[in-house]
């Protein structure tokens, strides 16, 4: 009996995938959004979101099946998403800033009230570690002006700058207080892990395998062709407040789109764990968390 192949039908599995603006994000997702790379049949729904929506977003119903996350949020995931072992942000030595109109020390921050991202980003994380008394107060990351015009103002005694606003507070005119990442390779000899890439474990195994070896094909694609995504980044920036400026997202990428992006390795894996352990042992995440990663 002749197969009739006419009537076959082949479907396209769609995968639904979430990141911020930010140029590392962006750069990491570039090759799929442009078609660049082999995506092997799958169809990739982009949709994009400032972090403190990312991390909301990945606890609600209809979550995408992959997205960027603060590594703190993380925690509160992992009963649902493993980490992929690529498109983390990861700081050595630099990280997030605490910024102020004045010249203040670590010590001085006891007690102020510091302006933060959000309270499941790892950048509040950490600085809660770092500075256990202080007062939060949420402030919107999207527009980078407005962590500017909170701590100009007097809202906030000083502000927790993430993601390319820890680039731009100089033109500012303000002061930089606490390096996060600094601080933070002092203490544990540990990079900083700030952000990173997870997928859903209902996915299953054989679509997890290829779903992150599409993703990992995105990040070298662009690795390798630098100043393409470069150039497209520059040309496609449209964020309020972020200077269309070459010097400054060659910078930003050198720092958080760079081989560990491509992958942790055994050191960036450990600095996840110990941030994690951390956190839990101060009590600020609830659980103990075991880091667990798609291949």
Not at 16 to 41: C, H, K, N
Not at 48 to 73: F, I, K, W, Y
Not at 93 to 117: F, K
């Amino acid at each position: 009996m002749e197969t009739d192949y006419s009537l076959a039908v082949t479907q396209t599995r769609s995968i639904r995938i979430a990141y911020s603006p930010d140029a590392d994000d962006a750069f990491m997702f570039w090759a799929i959004a442009e078609g660049l790379v082999d995506t092997q049949g799958l169809r990739f729904e982009r949709a994009r979101a400032d972090t403190e929506a990312l991390n909301r977003a990945a606890e609600s119903t209809g979550a995408p099946d992959v997205s960027a996350v603060s590594m703190h949020q993380y925690a509160y995931l992992a009963d649902r998403y493993l980490l992929l072992p690529h498109g983390g942000s990861v700081g050595v030595g630099y990280g997030p800033v605490v910024v102020a109109t004045r010249a203040l020390a670590q010590s001085d921050l006891a007690g102020l009230r510091i302006g933060v991202p959000g309270l499941r980003t790892s950048a509040y994380l950490v600085l809660r570690l770092l500075v256990p008394e202080f007062t939060p107060v949420i402030v919107p990351v999207a527009p980078f002006s407005r962590a500017f015009d909170a701590v100009k103002s007097g809202e906030v005694d000083a502000v927790l700058l993430i993601h390319e606003g820890r680039l731009l507070y100089e033109r500012e005119g303000l002061s930089r207080v606490l390096e996060l990442g600094e601080s933070w390779q002092a203490l544990t000899g540990l990079p900083l892990p700030l952000g990173g890439n997870v997928i859903s474990r209902a996915l299953g195994p054989e679509l997890i395998a290829q779903v992150s070896g599409v993703l990992r094909e995105s990040i070298r694609y662009a690795l390798t062709h630098r100043e393409d995504a470069l150039r497209a980044l520059l040309e496609s920036e449209s964020r309020p407040g972020v200077p269309r400026e070459r010097a400054l997202f060659d910078r930003y990428l050198s720092m958080y789109a760079n081989q560990d992006t491509l992958d942790y390795g055994e050191l960036g894996r450990r600095a996840i764990q110990d941030l994690l352990d951390r956190g839990h042992q101060a009590g600020i995440i609830p659980h103990r968390v075991q880091a667990e990663f798609a291949p």
